[in-house]
């Protein structure tokens, strides 16, 4: 707290009528006077500037001090810099016609500054690096700080130097250094950070994110291979290492993905549970299980993670209802380097804040008839896009129907002509995927949404809507008709489908950025130019990934039911388990089935990515404008985020729950021959355990809380609970939040109206230096408002024409006077 | 600093790596920038300082709609030309790194926006700051009743005690809710 201290009698705490000077917030006050004033310290003869404060200053600082202020130091010291250069042009005589001078104000500095050394050394040497690199100073203040932080703590370590302590700072400082050569690895070897750089610098950073977002699906995707490829796939390989599958190889498979591949360890059905004839033996059979139900399990905890943070992040801290004006405002992107991107960009800026601004004073008068006709349109709009999803499921399904007809019908399984006719089915979903989310955007620009935020998200809705049900279809067909009639191994047969879904869907994506784009781009300039540049359209690109994401989960996964348990009762859906162990149909076949039949379709997925990658950029740079809407961009991550979760995430692996515990395993292939369900493979291996009484625990575990629906329920009431609890939290800190910018907004009108009475009694005392204290009272125009004005509000800020120094630096200059008059007075008793 | 060859000193780069938030090839990658910009004679001082003039010739700078602010803020020279020592074009690149605290950005940001150098963003300041994120030509700008608006709306959205200006403490609050801040205040080399 600054000092007030005012000689002469306590004319302050006599006010009877006023809060104690503890609530006078002067905290402020000191740290903006204290960086302003540091800004002198920059003199040429720096080395003459010694740690010699006045005694009597210091004492009184300190007992003013109350005692849990220890933190002030630091953080006064960071709040530094608002006032940085204001003092100095005008300050200089500002001050002298005060009466203070450079001395005063270079002591205060030297001893907040002594205060902040002595709190950095307390700290330990991480924390003392990173709240040094935290402070806002210049290199210089930096390093003198820090020097000055060394010399005390090696003068203090004089004393107290032993062998474990010398080598623990050792250890630690080793350990810094390792961490910091990781991150230098880690950036040299990122990838394609000069593209990723330049599309930023042209079209912004929500475009970039979609490349963000590519870019960690890759990344999610190498793991997933690595991870099945090391456990499931080697051994197989080193196993049938003398086996070779007797179809020839024709150009046809790679799009179909049947004939050659039927047999190799693509799908499920190339493993086996074969021991080879060495007496290592691998269990192929929990190894396929376990492996894929890590590999889920990690997907589900750095997703939950992610989205969390995200959500939390942009959602909860972030004011969802106002804010416009500074949201546009702060959302200037400084890493825009194009010119003529500079430019467009402040041309939409200016055209969004004038929409704001009238959005602002039109109020919504419509009349009813108006309002009537609006709520008609999207009634209409809805129902169409609903019956267009629904359209396309009914042609998928009696599509499906026909090629199971087809399969039962032929006999002859190696013609090329009928696998050829098998990729009928994925080149029709990927069209529906790809046209119909064209006539949705045609529909939402006949409706008329007041919120444009509001109409991206109703888009977003209505294609994950189409996808999801396009999906479910295909899910449903796949469990229901393909298990009992397809002859031979239905895992690989459902595993071809989805590869060549992927195939199909990756080659739809070229050609729809080239018709879409491309085109788009050529009608936009040549034949139509109202309609101009298409704008990249992030949301359609970006659910194309997470499409092509949840295809691949589909394709592979194998979820332990443990984990299903235990993940999806953290969400309190475990009716799930109640389902599948009473063999009805699951309600959701949402999205993501899985790994489970095709281990190896991460690297599909990988090569994917890459090459869309290369695609999208050329597109984007040859094609596409910068967005006309900035902002936002971190609200739609999260919601990109949410949407890889919740949908596609958890639909396939609750599908994938189905499969596992439901579905006979064929007989012919894979490495679950031969048992009832695919669970079986854990209970028989429990069974077995339950001889070794070592690990009697694990199967007492297994017996009592995995397959015991109580315990569950019992963990399903606990965390309800607790979500509860943590609400009400919640509200209580909304209330709280109220009340304290209640409670700012008076301690503001306190220190306006204590600075006002400081003012009067020091008009009153200091008549010698009225004369020259010319620039005084203009100083403090702006605050001699009585109480009354404050309801004013704003105006005030437009009384003054010249440029007066502003509020904050007047109050200070006039506590520094206060704080000079008393001590002078106090010399002369 | 002060090497007549293009190297930094290892202790000189493992101390800058430990003051700022940049890592060890942000800094070499400055360091190179930096000379190449400087002149040949200058090149052999001891602290050399690159004037505004030359540093508002980077690509990542030359668009900015507030490049001589930026100069201004970081330059520890006395007499406020804007020009930069190697050391504070660290602190401009650390300032704006991917790793830098939303404290450190805010805390710059609220400098850069303050025109007038005085602390706190008053009626003025604010002004300035549209006009210069919207473009100062006569038929770019606002007119003065929707700037009159504007700005109204901005200190009642900020203005938490309500006393005409926008200080650092409320600037820190409403950038802390606005998620969108941190990721596009950034300049990389």
């Given at each position: 707290m600054l000092p007030l201290h005012v000689g002469g009698g306590d004319w302050l705490r006599g006010q009877g009528s006023w809060r104690s000077p503890d609530s006078i917030p002067m905290v402020p006050l000191s740290s903006q006077y204290g960086n302003r004033a540091w800004q002198l310290n920059h003199e040429p003869d720096n080395s003459q500037i010694r740690i010699n404060l006045p005694k009597d200053s210091s004492t009184f600082r300190h007992e003013e001090q109350p005692p849990g202020t220890l933190r002030m130091g630091v953080t006064s010291m960071r709040r530094r810099g608002t006032l940085k250069t204001g003092l100095l042009p005008g300050g200089n005589v500002a001050l002298e016609k005060i009466g203070l001078t450079e001395e005063d104000v270079r002591d205060e500095i030297m001893s907040e500054e002594q205060d902040l050394v002595k709190e950095l050394v307390t700290m330990s040497t991480r924390e003392c690096i990173q709240a040094i690199r935290d402070l806002p100073m210049c290199m210089e203040d930096k390093k003198n700080i820090r020097n000055q932080v060394l010399a005390s703590k090696s003068s203090k370590k004089g004393f107290l130097l032993t062998c474990s302590a010398d080598c623990s700072e050792q250890i630690s400082l080793s350990l810094r250094r390792c961490g910091v050569g990781l991150s230098s690895a880690r950036q040299a070897v990122r990838l394609w950070q000069g593209t990723m750089k330049e599309i930023g610098g042209r079209f912004g950073t929500s475009v970039l994110s979609y490349f963000s977002f590519l870019k960690w699906l890759l990344m999610f995707n190498t793991i997933s291979f690595l991870v099945n490829f090391g456990f499931i796939t080697i051994p197989q390989l080193v196993q049938t290492s003398g086996r070779s599958p007797d179809v020839r190889f024709t150009g046809l498979e790679l799009i179909t993905g049947a004939g050659y591949f039927n047999q190799t360890v693509m799908y499920y059905g190339g493993y086996i549970n074969g021991t080879k004839d060495s007496d290592f033996k691998y269990n192929m059979q929990l190894a396929y299980f376990f492996t894929i139900a890590a590999y889920l399990v990690l997907c589900g905890v750095s997703l939950i993670y992610s989205m969390a943070r995200s959500f939390r992040r942009n959602f909860v801290l972030s004011d969802l209802s106002s804010g416009s004006a500074w949201r546009l405002l702060c959302s200037?992107?400084?890493?825009?380097?194009n010119e003529r991107a500079v430019r467009q960009r402040k041309n939409n800026l200016r055209v969004q804040l004038k929409e704001s601004l009238s959005e602002m004073m039109q109020t919504n008068f419509l009349p009813v008839s108006e309002r009537m006709k609006q709520l008609g349109i999207h009634l209409c709009t809805w129902v169409v896009s609903a019956g267009l999803a629904a359209g396309s499921c009914a042609a998928i399904y009696y599509l499906c129907q026909y090629n199971l007809q087809q399969i039962k019908v032929s006999q002859n399984p190696g013609n090329l002509k009928e696998e050829a006719s098998t990729l009928l089915l994925p080149f029709v979903v990927s069209l529906f995927n790809l046209v119909i989310p064209l006539l949705y955007s045609l529909l939402s620009k006949v409706e008329n949404y007041s919120n444009p935020r509001f109409q991206i998200y109703v888009i977003i809705l209505r294609n994950v809507f189409l996808k999801m049900s396009i999906l479910s279809i295909l899910c449903f067909h796949w469990v229901n008709n393909v298990t009992t009639n397809v002859p031979m191994c239905w895992e690989s047969y459902v595993g071809q489908d989805l590869y060549r879904l992927v195939i199909v869907n990756f080659f739809f994506s070229i050609f729809g950025s080239f018709f879409g784009e491309f085109l788009r781009r050529i009608i936009g300039t040549r034949c139509m130019p109202s309609i101009g540049i298409p704008e990249f359209d992030i949301a359609t690109n970006v659910l194309d990934l997470i499409y092509a994401q949840t295809l691949t989960w589909y394709l592979s996964s194998n979820y332990a039911s443990v984990c299903i348990h235990v993940y999806l009762i953290t969400f309190g859906i475990f009716t799930i388990r109640l389902f599948t162990s009473s063999h009805i149909c699951p309600l959701f076949f949402l999205f993501r089935i899985g790994i489970y039949f095709s281990p190896l379709l991460p690297l599909i997925q990988m090569i994917k990515l890459f090459l869309l990658f290369y695609l999208k950029k050329v597109s984007l740079n040859r094609n596409c404008q910068p967005p006309r809407r900035s902002g936002r961009a971190a609200q739609m991550q999260t919601i990109y985020i949410a949407l890889l979760f919740f949908p596609s995430f958890v639909g396939a692996l609750s599908l994938v729950a189905y499969t596992v515990w439901c579905l006979t395993p064929s007989d012919s292939c894979g490495p679950f021959q031969g048992l009832n369900t695919t669970f079986e493979a854990v209970s028989l291996w429990m069974e077995d355990t339950a001889i070794i009484s070592e690990f009697s625990w694990a199967v007492w575990i297994y017996s009592h809380m995995i397959k015991s629906e109580l315990f569950f329920f019992l963990l399903a009431l606990i965390f309800l609970v607790l979500i509860y609890f943590f609400w009400q939290i919640t509200q209580g800190r909304k209330m709280l939040i109220i009340l304290l910018k209640e409670q700012i907004i008076n301690e503001g009108k306190d220190k306006a109206f204590l600075l006002e009475k400081l003012r009067t009694f020091q008009n009153l005392s200091l008549v010698p230096y009225h004369a020259e204290n010319v620039h005084g009272p203009q100083y403090f125009e702006r605050t001699y408002q009585t109480e009354s004005d404050y309801s004013e509000g704003y105006q005030r800020g437009a009384c003054p024409e010249e440029d007066t120094p502003p509020f904050a630096s007047s109050a200070l200059m006039q506590a520094m006077m206060a704080r000079r008059q008393a001590e002078e007075e106090d010399e002369e008793y | 600093m002060g090497t007549s060859a293009s190297q930094l000193p290892k202790d000189l780069l493992s101390e800058y790596q430990e003051l700022t938030f940049l890592t060890k090839q942000e800094i070499l990658l400055a360091h190179k920038r930096f000379t190449e910009l400087l002149a040949k004679d200058d090149r052999s001082c001891s602290n050399p300082r690159l004037p505004m003039s030359r540093i508002l010739t980077l690509p990542e700078l030359k668009s900015n709609p507030f490049k001589e602010r930026i100069c201004l803020v970081f330059s520890t020279s006395d007499n406020k030309d804007g020009s930069l020592t190697f050391e504070d074009f660290l602190d401009l690149l650390s300032a704006f790194s991917d790793s830098a605290t939303s404290d450190i950005k805010s805390h710059y940001a609220f400098r850069i926006f303050d025109f007038d150098d005085d602390g706190t963003l008053d009626r003025k300041d604010l002004e300035r700051l549209v006009n210069c994120l919207t473009g100062d030509t006569d038929e770019t700008r606002l007119t003065s009743d929707e700037m009159k608006q504007l700005i109204n709306n901005i200190l009642e959205e900020s203005d938490i005690d309500k006393d005409g200006t926008v200080n650092l403490s409320e600037f820190q609050h409403v950038i802390s809710r606005s998620p969108d801040f941190v990721s596009s205040f950034k300049i990389v080399l």
């Open positions: 200037w992107d400084f890493s825009m380097v | -």
